[in-house]
């Protein structure tokens, strides 16, 4: 199985940072990582498939970028609706896997 | 309008069998790229990916629960169903389903989630 270990666990920013977040993977994964928000009981919401590719309707402070086994989830100009738990997936090989997820909230 | 929705018991007891369904509305998982997937998450925990069921009847498991696992649903039918035998309660979990639309069919992201059932095992 593709491991995929995310850093930090855990953030704390203010409204109009710039964040970071990495998802590293045990082995390559080509062009199949995507990131999802999750917000205290409800369901994960797709915000970028294929690395980079932004999904419909997400904010364009949202931008993924990476290769190989490095990937990166950069949310800019921060704001309040942006808190949550971030998850990197991979969908290369089976079975698909997930990140453990890293939790911004606000300082 | 697409949606999902798990259905199933909320408590299980320990070497029980369960089975949810995932009813599907708005698409049809005979639309060939269509495919439907579980995904769990334990109480404070990361999500994982449990099993995918694709529009041409492939399915695909998770290898940590590899044996105990089965998705089914005839691509016809509007309903997907995971059953998971011999429960623990290191399954207690919300599940989710989830679709993953043609065009996403390479990268198998989800872009319309279920709410989740929250299934507790314990006796």
């Known amino acids: 199985d593709i491991h995929l270990t995310q850093s930090p666990i855990s953030l704390s920013a203010s409204v109009g940072d710039r964040v970071t977040i990495t998802c590293r993977a045990s082995?390559?994964?080509?062009?199949?990582l995507a990131w999802y928000q999750q917000k205290p009981g409800e369901a994960p919401r797709l915000l970028i498939h294929?690395?980079?590719t932004l999904h419909t309707g997400v904010s364009s402070r949202f931008s993924g970028s990476g290769s190989g086994t490095d990937f990166v989830l950069t949310i800019s100009n921060l704001q309040p609706e942006d808190f949550g738990t971030y998850y990197c997936q991979q969908a290369n090989s089976f079975p698909r896997t997930f990140g453990q997820g890293t939790k911004v909230d606000f300082k | 309008q697409v949606t999902l929705r798990e259905s199933g018991p909320a408590l299980v007891k320990p070497t029980q069998t369960l089975t949810l369904t995932c009813t599907l509305s708005?698409?049809?998982?005979?639309?060939?790229?269509?495919?439907v997937s579980w995904v769990r998450q334990s109480p404070g925990k990361a999500l994982q990916w449990l099993a995918r069921l694709d529009w041409d009847g492939d399915k695909y498991y998770t290898t940590s629960l590899r044996g105990r696992i089965s998705v089914s649903g005839d691509p016809s039918t509007s309903q997907v169903v995971l059953t998971l035998t011999n429960v623990d309660p290191a399954d207690t979990a919300t599940y989710f389903c989830?679709?993953?639309?043609?065009?996403?069919?390479?990268?198998?992201?989800?872009?319309?989630w279920g709410q989740g059932t929250l299934v507790t095992v314990s006796s």
């Open positions: 294929a690395i980079s």
């Open positions: 708005g698409f049809s998982l005979n639309t060939r790229g269509m495919c």
């Open positions: 082995q390559g994964v080509g062009n199949w």
């Open positions: 989830a679709r993953i639309p043609p065009d996403y069919y390479g990268s198998e992201s989800y872009d319309f």
